[in-house]
């Protein structure tokens, strides 16, 4: 015959086991709390652009913190003489000293300046396929500048380790 110790430990054990096989309920944000209560890159840049911590030019002479699609810079013939600037989409810019270009009409032929400049991406007008002559500044404010290449590779699958599309 069992003892009443040997008892009480068998029931204390088939309680435990009951206890620990019971099933547990986790409580986790739902995916829409979460996503609300984070930032993505894209907001993050957009932040970033309008605070003004850090400048956004259109044009520059070398890469920065924004993504950017390089064009080989020209000598345009102008009344007053030569300026810089580049060509896109069989349109003639000077490129200004604080990054804003201006259009022009070429007087004679451009010739190469050995420069590259380094346009401002929008990335909204890039990701729904615009060709490169809306997405890439030509004057009017970037509505959505991308920081850095990594956000821009979350966002679009691309593998860049440089802050330049093309």
């Known amino acids: 015959m069992p003892s009443i110790d ?11 086991k009951a206890a620990a096989s019971a099933p547990v309920v986790f409580t986790l944000p739902s995916g829409a709390a979460l996503a609300a209560g984070s930032l993505t890159c894209a907001e993050k840049s957009a932040n970033l652009a309008v605070s003004g911590a850090v400048p956004v030019p259109g044009v520059t002479l070398a890469p920065d913190i924004w993504m950017r699609f390089s064009l080989p810079g020209f000598s345009i013939n102008q009344p007053g003489g030569a300026v810089p600037g580049f060509t896109l989409g069989g349109r003639w810019f000077r490129v200004n000293a604080d990054g804003s270009v201006t259009e022009v009409t070429p007087r004679g032929t451009p010739q190469s ?29 970037i509505a959505s500048p991308i920081a850095g290449a990594s956000c821009w590779n979350s966002l679009t699958g691309a593998m860049l380790t440089v802050n330049v599309i093309n």
């Open 6 to 16: 040997s008892e009480q430990r068998s029931r204390r054990r088939r309680i435990l």
């Open 113 to 141: 300046n050995g420069l590259t400049y380094f346009a401002l991406v929008d990335y909204e007008a890039y990701s729904v396929g615009q060709p490169e002559t809306v997405y890439v500044y030509q004057g009017a404010p």
